[in-house]
């Protein structure tokens, strides 16, 4: 056994665990509640260092499963390459559209599904499932939780930009492996979120999709389950 005498012991480090003052829980929440995924009311500003910097600290305190921290931001700023992701969505968005049934195509066209080239700033936040190492702890049964620990990056990224009056938009309409290529990105690194960010002077008072009518959002009550799947509580 290894030899731990001139060890120190483990002393924990403990922050009070009350809940928040009402103004600081209502803020929460209110971030929350007034994120909307962004697409084409970001205005020109520039985004500056110190506020990027700041939703980037967010999104790395995110949780990670073992504390895996699998993330990377890569910030494009570069109008070149944002041109080249563009045309890559431009191209995958075409073939989208002709999933959908045919009597859904006129209004899917109809959407604006990104702001790539109208943001100031694009942030690609990849996934490296290696930086924990052959065997993770928390992961040995469940291997995704690389990819569903960045997304937890993600949303904290999200609602700091909130709080911060920064639009975030997510763009998913893209083929990963063309992208990669634009952004030198090595493998088995993923891409898991592309996202458009910039100031904007308004956000939709509700999900965009919903007020044009796409999808409403499920009630709640229709999504909580007790003890067994589809069995309901009281």
């Avoid at 910097?53 to 993330?71: C, E, K, Y």
């Avoid at 052959?134 to 949303?155: N, R, Y």
């Avoid at 960010?197 to 999808?215: C, I, N, T, Y």
Wanted: net charge negative; charged share 25%; proline share 6%.
């Amino acid at each position: 056994m290894p030899d731990t005498t001139d060890q120190p012991a483990f002393q924990p480090h403990f922050a009070a665990g009350g809940p928040f003052s009402d103004a600081e829980r209502a803020a929460v929440y209110r971030a929350i509640y007034s994120r909307r995924d962004v697409r084409g009311q970001f205005l020109p500003d520039a985004v500056g260092d110190e506020v990027l910097m700041r939703i980037l600290d967010a999104a790395h305190h995110a949780p990670s499963v073992g504390f895996m921290q699998p993330w990377n931001f890569l910030v494009i700023r570069d109008a070149e390459k944002k041109r080249r992701v563009a045309e890559i969505f431009a191209r995958a968005n075409d073939e989208a559209a002709s999933m959908f049934p045919q009597d859904r195509q006129d209004a899917y066209r109809a959407l604006k599904l990104e702001g790539i080239t109208s943001a100031p700033v694009n942030i690609c936040v990849t996934c490296d499932g290696t930086r924990g190492g052959p065997v993770v702890l928390g992961a040995t049964h469940m291997p995704d939780m690389d990819l569903f620990s960045t997304v937890c990056a993600v949303q904290n990224l999200w609602l700091a930009a909130r709080a911060e009056g920064l639009g975030v938009g997510w763009v998913s309409i893209l083929k990963e492996h063309e992208v990669k290529v634009v952004l030198d990105i090595p493998e088995p690194i993923r891409l898991v979120a592309y996202l458009c960010v910039g100031r904007v002077d308004s956000f939709f008072a509700s999900p965009e999709l919903e007020q044009k009518g796409w999808r409403m959002r499920i009630p709640l009550a229709d999504l909580v389950f007790e003890n067994r799947w589809n069995a309901k509580g009281g």
